[in-house]
């Protein structure tokens, strides 16, 4: 018995010590919720889509939580969501409301500006290097999705067309 349940825990990710990708979460909620924070805070909505499943989905996690500046820098600019992809929950419905991104496998990486709106979807093999996440390709990722960034206000060329 306490070897069908070790199975079962190394089968779902249990043992990464990683408590995210619920499937009886309700990501549809969740990620309103974080649009309303989002909208409140000047921030844009991050959504990580993939499961404990996914090996890829949980080295990312840990590549996060392992440095704590990009987490912060991660966290500064965004409302993260972790949406559950598996046989349990797919939640289908919402990923054709958000085009289809697990078309790039998983994790997706979903981006939504303030208003819940769908802006970019990110195929995260391309923040890879080597058998592991990127750094510096996080890092550019995050701040090139930004709310300041994607503000027109902050390019010298809309300030110069102005006059």
Known sequence: M????LV????????????????????????????HKAKTDDRNVLLIIGGKWCPWCMKLERFLKHDPPLDSLLHADYEVVHVNY??????????RALDLPQRFGFPVIVILNREGKRIHTQNTAYLESDQNYDRKKLEDFFNEWSVKALDPKSYKEYQEGSK
């Not at 499937?23 to 969740?30: E, G, I, L, Q, Y």
């Not at 598996?86 to 990923?95: F, M, P």
């Open 8 to 35: 079962a825990g190394i089968a779902t990710g249990q043992q990464t010590g990683i408590t995210i990708y619920d499937p009886s979460a309700d990501a549809k909620k969740d990620i309103a919720v974080a649009v």
């Open 86 to 95: 598996s046989r349990e929950n797919k939640n289908l419905g919402l990923l």
């Open 2 to 5: 306490v070897f069908m349940l």
